[in-house]
């Protein structure tokens, strides 16, 4: 696990450096960052699961609100940088909430089976 949330803080700190660029960088620097950080805690053994469980309601909210973008869209929101269009940017998003909200649920389980282990061996 501590590999994985090494690449997961990586993946998402380069997230945050390319929303420089995006329509509206502030919020989606925050979200990504928020992932970067509760991935690096627990590449250092830190886990918050309450943190990680809001976020991963968070994420998923987003991704329910995102996602007729999704079907929406066409593979070209995918292979291309361009924006083409706004829904292909929102579809992108999705796809971004989506990979945030799985990078918590798996932080999450594996935070909350650390506590308890932790509790149990008290």
Not at 53 to 76: H, I, N, Q, R
Not at 97 to 111: I, K, Q
């Amino acid at each position: 696990m501590k590999w994985l949330s090494l690449a997961m803080t990586a993946v998402f700190g380069l997230a945050v450096a390319v929303q420089w660029n995006d329509p509206d960088p502030g919020m989606w620097m925050v979200l990504y960052g928020a992932a970067a950080a509760v991935s690096a805690a627990a590449f250092s053994g830190r886990y918050f699961p309450t943190v990680t469980l809001g976020l991963l309601v968070l994420y998923s909210a987003g991704v329910l609100y995102t996602a007729p973008a999704v079907l929406d869209s066409d593979v070209g929101a995918y292979t291309s940088f361009k924006m083409r269009s706004t829904n292909d940017e929102i579809a992108r998003e999705c796809v971004g909430l989506a990979v945030c909200a799985a990078a918590m649920l798996v932080l999450w389980r594996h935070g909350r089976r650390v506590e308890s282990d932790a509790g149990c061996s008290s």
